[in-house]
């Protein structure tokens, strides 16, 4: 499924609900439902990100966030993807070995950070470790059902034009399972931004997650949700540049297949 071409109507309509849920945000503000000390105005957030910009702080946290969200989901689908590949054309190995990847799949990421501390000390290692234990399994079950699920078709076609080795995994098997993994690499990249703020707030001296940890801590809402709001928006960035990914022609036309 291909994604459908914004008009200009269609390109409004974000900002028409980036716009209200500002008005929503400031009218709950004036009308003081919560306490001002613990519910900052637009205002006063949109100072806080300045204030971060300017001391060099939120630079400094976006590129160490950055850094282990994007080694631990690197290496999460550097690995992943050929697991994957190889129990979904392996049946009896996925049989064996599905059992263990449902298993792990299923554990929360959170319950490795005693054995994160333990094992790799404070800084960048547990945070690349728990982003990738939070996103190498579902890669791999993402990947391997997909490759189970090609029709048989495509590779009776395959044989017809002697594709075999890479030529078949490049030309058919690839294209085929993109977008299911595809739209799986969506979903974890945002899994790992929720795992990598956990983790640096226990197990971290800097990054965003950190930084709203020592903001809560000074009781300054107001960075807190500043650095909720850059959290967000690359977080957006980041699912944007994986939907590139389906424009490329060799994987296009497994979303029109």
């Known amino acids: 499924m291909t994604e459908k071409p914004f008009t200009t109507g269609t390109r409004l309509l974000p900002l028409i609900v980036l716009f209200a849920a500002i008005a929503v945000w400031w009218a709950l503000w004036q009308l003081r439902v919560f306490p001002e000390s613990v519910f900052p105005s637009p205002l006063a957030v949109a100072k806080g990100i300045g204030e971060e910009i300017r001391t ?17 989901f690197m290496l999460a689908v550097l690995l992943g993807v050929p697991v994957g590949l190889w129990l979904g054309n392996h049946v009896r190995s996925r049989l064996a070995l599905l059992p263990a990847i449902n298993f792990f799949r299923s554990l929360s990421p959170l319950a490795w950070i005693p054995f994160a501390i333990l094992w790799f000390g404070i800084g960048d290692l547990p945070a690349i470790f728990l982003i990738f234990m939070a996103c190498f399994f579902p890669i791999v079950v993402a990947t391997l059902a997909a490759v189970a699920s090609i029709p048989s078709v495509y590779f009776r076609v395959a044989r017809d034009y ?13 294209p085929a399972i993109a977008p299911q993994v595809i739209t799986s690499l969506r979903v974890t990249a945002g899994l790992a931004w929720l795992v990598v703020v956990a983790a640096e707030m226990i197990a971290g001296r ?26 967000g928006v690359i977080g957006m960035v980041i699912d944007r540049l994986l939907m590139r990914l389906t424009k490329i022609r060799s994987v296009s036309w497994g979303y029109e297949g």
Do not use: H, P, Q, Y
């Open 56 to 72: 060099g702080r939120l630079g400094n946290d976006l590129v160490a966030s950055l850094f282990r969200v994007t080694t631990g």
């Open 162 to 174: 002697r594709f075999s080795g890479l030529e078949l995994l490049t030309k058919v098997t690839l």
């Open 206 to 231: 800097d990054g965003l997650g950190f930084a709203i940890w020592d903001a809560r801590n000074g009781l300054r809402m107001d960075l807190l949700v500043a650095g909720m709001i850059v959290i």
